[in-house]
């Protein structure tokens, strides 16, 4: 149960550290952020109700939360599939950076995404369902759509409705 208070609360910090160092809206209200974290670690300090810990603890001890921070990794070569999105995301994020239409924040917000999402699924026993992919997928989404601002819609305009069907079936 500790370990996993602490896992969630080490990426909260962690996201909070990484947006306030590489996303320039978010560094100009670090102040803001600042009480973010501070909200973070006294929910990790913050007791429970004992009926909330007994439930968790019934999971844990039903085999629902790893005691550990091995992903499994013979189970990623059955998952490429449910990772594609991912790795397409990124690929194109990377060629964006590399073309001069979008900053390193881009690829680096999107691995970073990936790599948070996995942490925090190999803290749990489902085998699919990263529910990040809905953010990584709207975060190339905002950029894209910037970027082809002044781009004719029907041109762009199925690109960006094409990304829109990750979450929509998610």
Request: with cysteine.
């Amino acid at each position: 149960m500790f370990y996993l208070k602490i896992t969630y609360f080490a990426v909260g910090l962690a996201t909070v550290a990484f947006a306030v160092l590489f996303q320039p809206h978010v560094g100009r209200r670090w102040p803001a952020w600042l009480a973010v974290c501070a909200l973070v670690i006294a929910n990790a300090f913050a007791p429970y109700s004992q009926a909330y810990l007994n439930d968790i603890l019934g999971a844990a001890q039903g085999g629902a939360i790893q005691s550990n921070a091995d992903p499994a990794p013979q189970e990623l070569p059955c998952r490429v599939g449910e990772y594609a999105p991912y790795f397409a995301a990124f690929v194109v994020a990377c060629w964006m950076w590399f073309t001069g239409r979008a900053s390193l924040r881009l690829p680096l917000t999107i691995a970073f995404l990936f790599a948070a999402a996995l942490f925090l699924l190999s803290q749990n026993t489902q085998s699919s369902g990263l529910p990040s992919t809905i953010v990584i997928v709207l975060v190339l989404y905002d950029q894209l759509r910037t970027h082809f601002a002044d781009a004719r819609a029907r041109d762009i305009g199925p690109l960006l409705l094409a990304l829109l069907v990750f979450p929509f079936f998610a």
